[in-house]
């Protein structure tokens, strides 16, 4: 399953809203916020900005020191939330453990937060009411969609239970009629109950804790790995694509899976939030 493929078709339509919404004066513009200069994030943080500017969406890009105050990192929310022309708020975690991550996340309107991650947002999915939903996850779906996957009665097991990734995308798939398995550290007979799965969701990025190897996937299964790990400088997720890949119907590689489409839902959930605030969308 080819991310880069799947994204650059999104991306077509996103250019589209981007000129329609031009011609209303509205201009998408995405704030982001990162706190220290941690090697990943700032990667992360240089290709959201790179790419939202590829398609026309600006952006402001806040670099702030590590040592930055609760306070003034409230300031800054604040003051985001009241400019108009900012209609989306990304703050890159993880944050500094001095800083209170949920009370962060929580300062921004509803309306701009465009990882999906206020409690405002997240009941609002688990009520079948979303209005902006987490990257990952509606990448994950967008990408199921893109590959006409039927999951209506199918078993997916998901390895993850964060609330960026294993809750929200469990719920999304529980509304395709899915039969839902979260994994965990604490699970017991893993291997049994992924060898039993229609599609495999897995979300660790530590290749030393675990690794997704042939003999736990079943015949022409779907494999979805969202997991990154560096080692020796390459980049590689959960599963152990050269001996997998022959096994199953479908899986996606790292790089270029699931990543490309992360960000491209980044700069859908910015237009639909620009939207949202022009009270233009349902």
Same mark, same amino acid.
């Given at each position: 399953?080819?991310?880069?493929?799947?994204?650059?078709?999104?991306?077509?339509?996103?250019?589209?809203?981007?000129?329609?919404?031009?011609?209303?004066?509205?201009?998408?513009?995405?704030?982001?916020?990162?706190?220290?200069?941690?090697?990943?994030?700032?990667?992360?943080?240089?290709?959201? $900005?790179?790419?939202?500017?590829?398609?026309?969406?600006?952006?402001?890009?806040?670099?702030?020191?590590?040592?930055?105050? $609760?306070?003034?990192?409230?300031?800054?929310?604040?003051?985001?939330?009241?400019?108009?022309?900012?209609? @989306?708020?990304?703050?890159?975690?993880?944050?500094?453990?001095?800083?209170?991550?949920?009370?962060?996340?929580?300062?921004?309107?509803?309306?701009?937060?465009?990882?999906?991650?206020?409690?405002?947002?997240?009941?609002?999915?688990?009520?079948?009411?979303?209005?902006?939903?987490?990257?990952?996850?509606?990448?994950?779906?967008?990408?199921?969609?893109?590959?006409?996957?039927?999951?209506?009665?199918?078993?997916?097991?998901?390895?993850?239970?964060?609330?960026?990734?294993?809750?929200?995308?469990?719920?999304?798939?529980?509304?395709?009629?899915?039969?839902?398995?979260?994994?965990?550290?604490?699970?017991?007979?893993?291997?049994?109950?992924?060898?039993?799965?229609?599609?495999?969701?897995?979300?660790?990025?530590? =290749?030393?804790?675990?690794?997704?190897?042939?003999?736990?996937?079943?015949?022409?299964?779907?494999?979805?790995?969202?997991?990154?790990? =560096?080692?020796?400088?390459?980049?590689? @997720?959960?599963?152990?694509?050269?001996?997998?890949?022959?096994?199953?119907?479908?899986?996606?590689?790292?790089?270029?899976?699931?990543?490309?489409?992360?960000?491209?839902?980044?700069?859908?959930?910015?237009? =639909?939030?620009?939207?949202?605030?022009?009270?233009?969308?349902?």
């Amino acid at each position: 399953m080819d991310g880069k493929l799947v994204s650059q078709s999104i991306m077509k339509s996103l250019k589209n809203e981007i000129s329609e919404l031009s011609k209303h004066n509205i201009y998408p513009c995405l704030a982001t916020i990162l706190v220290g200069n941690d090697t990943a994030s700032v990667s992360y943080i240089n290709n959201k $900005q790179k790419t939202a500017n590829s398609i026309g969406i600006k952006t402001f890009d806040y670099r702030l020191d590590e040592e930055i105050s $609760q306070q003034d990192l409230t300031k800054l929310v604040h003051k985001l939330n009241d400019d108009n022309n900012v209609h @989306g708020i990304l703050i890159q975690l993880p944050l500094k453990e001095h800083l209170d991550k949920f009370e962060v996340l929580n300062l921004i309107r509803p309306e701009k937060d465009v990882d999906g991650l206020t409690f405002i947002n997240c009941g609002l999915l688990f009520n079948n009411k979303p209005k902006l939903i987490p990257c990952t996850p509606i990448g994950v779906m967008e990408l199921l969609n893109y590959y006409n996957i039927q999951l209506d009665g199918k078993v997916v097991s998901i390895i993850n239970r964060s609330n960026l990734v294993g809750k929200p995308l469990s719920t999304l798939l529980l509304e395709k009629n899915s039969t839902v398995i979260i994994c965990h550290s604490h699970t017991k007979n893993i291997v049994s109950l992924l060898q039993s799965s229609d599609v495999i969701i897995t979300a660790i990025g530590n =290749r030393s804790k675990f690794k997704l190897t042939k003999d736990m996937v079943s015949e022409n299964s779907i494999v979805i790995d969202i997991g990154t790990s =560096r080692i020796n400088g390459k980049l590689l @997720g959960d599963v152990d694509f050269e001996n997998v890949k022959d096994k199953v119907s479908y899986i996606t590689p790292v790089p270029g899976g699931v990543g490309p489409m992360t960000i491209t839902m980044l700069l859908k959930n910015t237009i =639909r939030a620009a939207k949202i605030l022009n009270s233009i969308y349902p």
